[in-house]
């Protein structure tokens, strides 16, 4: 089975090799304490790769590491005839960068994910909702909780961290999503 990458990382990835082509010295502290310490030789893609996501408030390492261990997880649930469809991530740039808006928007202004997104006109189908992809939307917003009204979000893959903050799956599209809990090893 090919490698499925989240969302998050391909996102980062597709930054990183912008950032590369057209060097921008980062603005975060985090990101521009990384740069200084690099700029003593040439910037090389996986330089900018950690620089992007420590503009983003998370670790590229953290996100490249869940996205094998999620590959991993997929594949031995369909190889042992768990699921009988393979898991498959939807991205482009700017669907992405769209549905990071309807995120940010839901969880800055306590409103159901499912109504801004379709306000919008923006599918959550066949999407990761990473713990990475948590992450950095807590550190853009911090949100005590969110709410899944309405979401259309079929053949998703959410991580616990996901649904356990979530107040309301009421008329939600859930169909043939997939649940998961990660540790620092393993997905169950």
């Not at 980062?12 to 950032?19: D, E, M, N, P, S």
């Not at 590491?65 to 768990?82: F, H, P």
């Not at 700017?94 to 499912?114: N, R, S, T, Y």
Request: one cysteine or more; charged letters at 20%; hydrophobic letters at 40%.
């Amino acid at each position: 089975m090919k490698h499925v990458e989240s969302q998050l990382h391909q996102h980062i990835r597709y930054l990183a090799k912008q950032r590369s082509a057209l060097p921008i010295r980062p603005t975060s502290p985090a990101a521009l304490s990384l740069y200084k310490r690099q700029t003593a030789g040439e910037l090389k893609l996986n330089h900018w790769l950690q620089i992007t996501a420590r503009e983003m408030g998370i670790g590229y390492n953290g996100v490249s590491k869940e996205s094998k261990v999620c590959a991993a997880y997929y594949e031995k649930n369909l190889s042992n005839g768990a699921w009988d469809q393979p898991v498959r991530l939807l991205y482009t740039p700017q669907l992405f960068e769209a549905q990071l808006k309807v995120l940010v928007e839901a969880a800055d202004k306590c409103h159901p994910i499912g109504i801004v997104a379709r306000k919008r006109g923006v599918s959550f189908e066949q999407f990761h909702f990473s713990q990475e992809l948590y992450n950095h939307l807590y550190t853009v917003v911090e949100f005590d909780c969110l709410s899944f009204e309405g979401l259309h979000a079929p053949n998703s893959v959410f991580n616990s961290a996901w649904a356990e903050s979530a107040t309301n799956f009421m008329g939600a599209n859930l169909e043939r999503c997939r649940f998961m809990h990660m540790d620092d090893l393993y997905s169950t």
